[in-house]
C-alpha cells in the first residue's frame, strides 16, 4: 500500500499516516492564510508529470500568471495540458488567461474561458494527472481536489485540498471535464448533471472501491416533495444507538445561504437528539453567510457549538463521526468536500462536485485541520 501523505500548512513537513488502500487518497493538505499548500501542490505534481502525460484542469477563478507559466512551460517540455477557467475582467485574470492562451498555440493543448449562463457558474477547482513521478513512485490517474481557487486572493485564506490516485474516480472527473470543455458546461439542459454517471448508477459516481469514495455533480435539480439536498440527505443517515458512543460532526463552511437552511436545521435536530455538533463558519451579515441560512444554529436554547471564524476561511467540508447508513448501519468515519459551498446556486445552478470519503485516516487529519481553525476563531456558544 503507498502511503497517505498529509501535509500541515504551519510547516512544510509531509508525513506519512495510516490509510486504507481501497480509497485511494494519496495526500491530504490544508492550507493557511501566507502558506498557499493548494497551490504549490498543483505546482509540484505539474513538475513531476512526464513528457506525454495529460493534464486536465478546471478552475472557477484563475489570475495566478505564475502558475499559468508553469503550465505552459510543462506543455512545452511534452505534457498535453488542457486548462478550463471562468473569464473574468479584470487585469490580473486577463494577465493570466493571456499567459495560459499560450496552450492554443501548442499541439494537443489547449485553453478556454467559458461563459456561463444566466445565475450560473463553473465553480470547479480540480486537476487531473494521468501519470505523476511522485515519492519516487508513479502515480497513474491522479485526481487533485481543491477548494481553492488559482489566485493570488486564494493564498491568503484557510482551505483543504485533497489527491487521490483511483482509475475509476479518474475516469468520472474525465468524462465530467469532457463535457463541459463540449458544451461550455456540464449539462447544457435542464441544469440537472446530478444523475449523469457512466456507469448508470443514479445517485452517484463513485472511484474504485465504491464504499469508500463517492462522487457527485451538481446542478441538482429540485423534485417534488423531496429536499433534494446531498448534505441533507447524508445527515438524516446518522443513527442515534444506546450502545456506541454518541456522532460527531463537524462543519467548516465558507459560504451559506438562505436557500439551505434546512442543513442547519438538520443539524440542530441531530444534536438535540444527542450528538455533538460542531460549526466553523463565518459571521453572518457581513460575510456570505446569510443570517436566515444559520439563524437555527445560532438559537439560545440549539445545543450546536459554534464558532465565528476570519473571513479568511475558504475550507468546505463537514465530518461525521459515528453510527451511519439506511440498511445496513455501521460507525464509520466519512469526509465530504469538494467545490461545492451550502449556497442555492452550488446545488441548482453551479458545475461542481461533492465528495464523500470513507476513510478513517483521512477524516481523522481532517479533524486536526478542524481544532486548527477553532483556534484562530472565536467561540460564540
Known sequence: MKPLLMTIAVCALALPVPARADSGVREVQFSI???DRHIVLVRDLLGETPSGATVRACLFRWDDEKLASRFVQAARRGVKVRAIAHPFDERSYRKAHKEL????????????AFESGPGTKNHNKFVLFSEVEREKD???HVVCQTSGN???ASKKKYQNTIVFEDPVLYSNYERYWEDIMKHGRADTNDLDYYSSCADGVEWACHGSDAESVRLYFSPRKQRRGNPSDTIVTALEGVRMTTNRPRPHIRVAMARWSSERRLIAERLVTLASSGALVEVVIREPGESPVDPPAVAPLLEDDAPVRVWFAPGSLHSKYMLMDGVHGEEDPSEKKIVWTGSQNYTGTGLRSNDEILLEITDDAVHDEYVVDFERLKSVSKRIK
Not at 101 to 112: G, T, V
Open 33 to 35: 492564510p501566507g502558506n
Open 101 to 112: 492562451s499560450k496552450l492554443n498555440e501548442i499541439d494537443d493543448c489547449s485553453f478556454h
Open 138 to 140: 508513479a502515480w497513474r
Open 150 to 152: 488559482f489566485t493570488d
